[in-house]
């Protein structure tokens, strides 16, 4: 069965720098699509990252654009999130999800259990 | 603009029908897909596309959507429905949507919180 297990969720100070990564099986990741997600505390969803199945393209949302990086290694079905110069409002908890595609929109159809990521001094 | 509207509350009695609606300029061209997100859980896919139930997803739950409205009916609730749901579809805001014509950028409803009553 498809499986998302992310990590590396920390408390970690404004400015400072955090690398999450998604650990991912029953499926072949070579395949997918995938993104990052996140939900702020009692906030909504927020998309703020995708990665095509080569790791050629990837796109950002407007509030990480420049200060997070996607990147996956295929090789260890591992999809990652590096960001740097953190803000108290990326305080959130951040999913993984497979993406797929229907009618030219994105969609995500198995998400990992989250992982924390507090920015606070 | 891109975003995509939702009341923040809906109630339905057991076992009654509940729409819940997503309204967006982007919906008249996309279409939405729709998650259901129970307390501390991650959420979950119910409704892609058109009209399109992942595998195990009830047949009580059907898609629709009309001009900048889409919508996801519930037939028939049940208590373990009650939860907050999330509509989302593409990002037509952005720059790069005009730009760049595979810049599927995604962008989420603010959620409602559905009460079984």
């Known amino acids: 069965q498809v499986q998302l297990v992310e990590s590396g969720g920390d408390l970690v100070k404004p400015g400072g720098s955090l690398r999450l990564s998604c650990a991912a099986s029953?499926?072949?990741?070579?395949?997918?699509?995938m993104s990052w997600i996140r939900q702020a505390p009692g906030k909504g969803l927020e998309w703020i990252s995708y990665?095509?199945?080569?790791?050629?393209?990837?796109y950002y949302a407007d509030s990480v654009k420049g200060r997070f990086t996607i990147s996956r290694d295929n090789a260890k079905n591992s999809l990652y999130l590096q960001m740097i110069s953190l803000r108290a409002e990326d305080t959130a908890v951040y999913y993984c999800?497979?993406?797929?595609?229907?009618?030219?929109?994105?969609?995500?159809?198995?998400w990992g259990q989250g992982t924390l990521v507090t920015v606070s001094s | 603009s891109s975003e995509l509207t939702q009341d923040p509350a809906v109630s339905v009695a057991l076992g009654q029908t509940v729409r819940i609606t997503c309204q967006g300029d982007s919906l008249r061209t996309y279409y939405a897909n729709w998650y259901q997100q129970k307390p501390g859980q991650a959420p979950l896919l119910v409704m892609y596309?058109?009209?399109n139930r992942p595998s195990g997803i009830p047949d009580r739950f059907s898609g629709s959507s009309s001009g900048d409205t889409a919508s996801l009916t519930i037939t028939g609730a049940l208590a373990e429905d009650e939860a907050d749901y999330y509509c989302?579809?593409?990002?037509?805001?952005?720059?790069?949507?005009?730009?760049?014509?595979?810049?599927?950028?995604?962008?989420f409803g603010g959620g409602t919180k559905l009460t079984v009553l």
């Open positions: 596309g058109k009209d």
């Open positions: 029953g499926f072949n990741f070579n395949d997918y699509y």
């Open positions: 990665i095509s199945s080569t790791g050629s393209t990837v």
């Open positions: 999800a497979r993406t797929n595609s229907y009618g030219y929109v994105y969609y995500f159809d198995y």
């Open positions: 989302s579809s593409r990002d037509t805001s952005s720059y790069l949507y005009s730009r760049d014509s595979s810049a599927y950028l995604v962008v």
